[in-house]
């Protein structure tokens, strides 16, 4: 109940509950707001008084309240490709359902709804059918991880220092002061680049990891100007970054045409060796994004350089040949 409210805050509200598609029952807005009848009817006049087309359609307190549909549609109208825009663009945020994110995002898509034309709309249900992102392996940010997502995203907004404990995939726990730069989405999770102020030095961190954040609210840094993200990841093999190294692997020809199909980095380069086998050179960090990749390709490819990863993917093969012994 939002009785703390004055009047105009209330007013606000109420507009904008019931320019959402079928409005809202006079019922609710009464119990939302703390009105009685007497004090709604005095609202919708005042919004009237306005201008704004509210109508007010029913008997006693089921009656429903909107405005009209027309008058929502007079500002913006969207296509038919823009409403699949739209929904296939929520799709890819699919793994960050449960979270206060996802449900802005939910809100700001229905407040679009009255934009999209009357014969439009009823192709609009379906494209639920039409149009899918298939789910990945994807983390799970409900819960308390929400509430980091909101802290993290104010703190981007606001430019705040955050004070969080953070676990490493090794387990190792420790605390860092952070100015975080960017917010980026990879393989169905969330990373935050952030300089770690000790260390003076921008680092990629897994939301997920987060055991405590803190934001510091009365405290602001200067944004770097300077700061491009995607800078950041020249040399990265998908999220984490590195220096970059000359790799080159070796492919068998059963696998080289889905290789070729793909950008697997923008500095690859292709060519057939004197066996057949498609070559693959990368400027890129050796990380464990690569390893992880190149051994997911089992005997179909061969690291040619550089002698190090050579190495460390011959001591994987043989621990994990060794399981099977």
Do not use: C
């Not at 939002?2 to 007013?11: D, F, G, H, I, R």
């Not at 510091?216 to 040399?235: D, G, M, V």
């Not at 060519?271 to 400027?283: A, I």
């Amino acid at each position: 109940m939002n009785s703390s409210l004055n009047k105009s805050q209330k007013m606000v509200m109420i507009l904008s509950l019931v320019s959402r598609r079928g409005g809202m029952p006079a019922s609710q807005l009464m119990e939302k707001f703390d009105l009685d009848p007497r004090s709604l009817r005095r609202y919708l006049s005042d919004l009237r008084e306005l201008n704004l087309p509210i109508q007010d359609e029913g008997r006693g307190d089921d009656r429903m309240i909107e405005i009209d549909p027309r008058w929502r549609r007079s500002g913006v109208q969207l296509t038919l490709t823009e409403v699949l825009s739209l929904h296939f663009g929520r799709t890819l945020f699919n793994f960050l359902d449960g979270t206060s994110f996802a449900g802005d995002l939910n809100d700001a898509i229905e407040r679009l709804q009255p934009a999209i034309s009357r014969a439009d709309a009823l192709l609009a249900k379906q494209l639920d059918k039409k149009f899918i992102a298939v789910a990945e392996h994807a983390k799970d940010y409900r819960g308390e991880r929400s509430d980091v997502i909101d802290e993290i995203i104010s703190a981007l907004v606001y430019n705040n220092p955050v004070v969080v404990r953070y676990r490493k995939a090794t387990g190792i726990t420790k605390a860092y002061r952070l100015h975080l730069f960017s917010l980026a989405t990879f393989r169905q999770g969330l990373y935050v680049f952030g300089l770690d102020t000790d260390a003076n030095l921008v680092k990629t961190f897994a939301v997920e990891r987060f055991l405590e954040l803190t934001r510091q609210r009365n405290e602001k840094f200067e944004y770097p100007t300077t700061w491009e993200p995607r800078a950041h990841l020249k040399n990265a093999f998908g999220i984490i970054d590195g220096p970059s190294q000359d790799v080159i692997l070796a492919f068998s020809e059963r696998v080289s045409g889905y290789i070729r199909e793909r950008t697997w980095h923008p500095t690859q380069q292709f060519s057939t060796l004197r066996d057949g086998r498609l070559k693959l050179r990368l400027s890129v960090a050796v990380t464990i994004e690569l390893t992880t990749w190149i051994l997911g390709h089992g005997s179909d490819v061969e690291v040619l350089s550089p002698p190090s990863l050579v190495q460390h993917i011959r001591d994987e093969l043989t621990a994990s040949a060794a399981q099977y012994t």
